[in-house]
């Protein structure tokens, strides 16, 4: 059994997929196996978040003592590494591979890599905390690393561009998640939280000044009527947006000698 007090030892070896663990003798509990406490606590995480998942309560919901748990998982962070990589397998990399040329491809791994953050509040904190080298995350990686590289950008450009367009869409599927998250517990529809914040500040008399240059920008954002819809506007857009600068660092990695040719040296291409 690998415990908690062990890998903060090593934090950079940290993880459920670099560990062998040793089988239990005998049998686990009847009707329990590792896929059902994943995915039992993936609805716990979904509906309560990080901080109230433990084994007891995980125990209960499966309908086992929480030493059950044990015969499949050693610690709680298992458990969330089990479950980082299993939403990553909700990723369509099907989708991905039918959609074409690399910008169709780098959209659709974008857009599918939003919602899931959005539907998985829990896997923003989540994906930065551990490793993410179980088979799912890798197989996406696999995909975003292939359509980076079919961009015709040299190696050493590939992995900017790589974060540029990643990096983005995991801070804002956060953002939306914690968005969605916080007008639920305000028991508010996402329209009527962004609605009420709005009007908290907008028309303050301390606030007047301060906004007095957001005014026209928040007017026209509130003018949508539905915040999904601004959600998928501004996403939809702010890619179009890295895509095309993609696009043009290609070209100018592509210029004739005298610009900055694909050959060119680290410090001529700065």
Same mark, same amino acid.
């Given at each position: 059994?690998?415990k908690?007090?062990?890998r903060?030892?090593n934090?950079?070896?940290?993880?459920v997929?670099?560990e062998?663990r040793?089988?239990r003798?005998?049998?686990? *509990?009847a009707?329990l196996?590792?896929?059902?406490?994943v995915d039992?606590?993936i609805?716990?995480?979904?509906e309560?978040?990080l901080?109230?998942?433990s084994m007891r309560k995980l125990?209960?919901?499966?309908?086992?003592?929480?030493m059950s748990l %044990?015969? %499949?998982?050693?610690?709680?962070?298992?458990i969330?590494? /089990?479950a980082?990589?299993?939403?990553?397998g909700?990723?369509?990399?099907a989708?991905?591979?039918?959609?074409?040329?690399?910008?169709d491809?780098?959209?659709v791994?974008?857009l599918?890599y939003?919602?899931?953050l959005v539907?998985?509040a829990?896997?923003s904190?989540?994906?930065?905390q %551990?490793l993410?080298?179980g *088979?799912n #995350?890798i197989a996406?990686?696999?995909?975003?690393?292939?359509a980076i $590289?079919d961009?015709?950008?040299s190696l050493?450009?590939? *992995?900017?561009?790589?974060?540029a367009v990643?990096?983005?869409?995991y801070?804002y599927?956060?953002?939306?998640s914690? /968005?969605g998250?916080?007008?639920a517990?305000a028991g508010?529809?996402?329209?009527?939280? %962004? &609605?009420?914040a709005?009007?908290a500040?907008?028309d303050e008399p301390?606030f007047?000044?301060?906004?007095?240059?957001? $005014?026209e920008?928040?007017?026209? $954002?509130?003018s949508?009527?539905?915040?999904?819809?601004?959600w998928d506007r501004?996403?939809?857009y702010?890619l179009?947006? &890295?895509?095309?600068g993609?696009e043009?660092?290609?070209?100018r990695?592509?210029e004739t000698p005298?610009?900055? #040719?694909?050959g060119?040296?680290p #410090?001529?291409?700065t």
């Amino acid at each position: 059994m690998v415990k908690a007090a062990d890998r903060a030892k090593n934090p950079a070896r940290s993880s459920v997929w670099l560990e062998t663990r040793t089988a239990r003798s005998g049998g686990g *509990p009847a009707g329990l196996d590792r896929d059902r406490i994943v995915d039992a606590s993936i609805r716990m995480l979904d509906e309560e978040g990080l901080a109230k998942l433990s084994m007891r309560k995980l125990a209960t919901e499966l309908g086992v003592t929480a030493m059950s748990l %044990y015969w %499949y998982v050693d610690t709680k962070d298992d458990i969330i590494e /089990f479950a980082v990589d299993s939403v990553y397998g909700e990723i369509d990399l099907a989708a991905v591979d039918a959609a074409g040329d690399w910008r169709d491809r780098i959209r659709v791994l974008a857009l599918d890599y939003r919602r899931m953050l959005v539907r998985h509040a829990w896997m923003s904190p989540s994906a930065g905390q %551990y490793l993410n080298i179980g *088979p799912n #995350a890798i197989a996406v990686g696999q995909k975003i690393h292939a359509a980076i $590289r079919d961009t015709g950008l040299s190696l050493d450009r590939q *992995p900017s561009a790589m974060s540029a367009v990643f990096q983005f869409v995991y801070g804002y599927g956060t953002i939306e998640s914690h /968005f969605g998250r916080r007008a639920a517990e305000a028991g508010m529809s996402q329209d009527e939280f %962004y &609605l009420d914040a709005i009007k908290a500040f907008r028309d303050e008399p301390e606030f007047e000044e301060k906004t007095e240059g957001m $005014r026209e920008i928040l007017d026209e $954002r509130a003018s949508h009527g539905s915040v999904s819809a601004i959600w998928d506007r501004d996403f939809a857009y702010a890619l179009d947006v &890295l895509v095309a600068g993609i696009e043009v660092m290609v070209a100018r990695e592509g210029e004739t000698p005298g610009g900055t #040719a694909a050959g060119a040296s680290p #410090a001529q291409r700065t």
